[in-house]
Nanobody
Framework: QVQLVESGGGLVQPGGSLRLSCEVSGGTISGYAMGWFRQAPGNQRELVATIGSTGSTYYEEPVKDRFTISRDSAKDSAKDTVYLQMNRLTPDDTAVYYC????????WGQGIQVTVSS
């Protein structure tokens, strides 16, 4: 059973940066696309960015040129990890961020809160 665990969220001031991590257990990210989604209060969950199995990336317009998605395949005992580097954060980026694997019918992480506020 694939499990995704996000970390790295928290409170940051406008203009600041955070890096989210998504560790994969029970499976591998090799050969599968991965993505980050987010859900703000009162809104539907929305796509933020994806990264393909070959490393190709896609970003939704609101985060383009500010966020970077990357992936790191496990070596030795380390776990496969997907990252989301978020720069120049604004209050509109406040949301619960979810990691997603496009393997099989899809797997979600539990989500992690990101709050951008002064």
């Amino acid at each position: 059973q694939v499990q995704l665990v996000e970390s790295g969220g928290g409170l940051v001031q406008p203009g600041g940066s955070l890096r989210l991590s998504c560790e994969v257990s029970g499976g591998t990210i090799s050969g599968y696309a991965m993505g980050w989604f987010r859900q703000a209060p009162g809104n539907q969950r929305e796509l933020v960015a994806t990264i393909g199995s070959t490393g190709s990336t896609y970003y939704e317009e609101p985060v383009k040129d500010r966020f970077t998605i990357s992936r790191d395949s496990a070596k030795d005992s380390a776990k496969d990890t997907v990252y989301l580097q978020m720069n120049r954060l604004t209050p509109d980026d406040t949301a619960v961020y979810y990691c997603y694997s496009f393997e099989d019918s899809g797997y979600w992480g539990q989500g992690i809160q990101v709050t951008v506020s002064s």
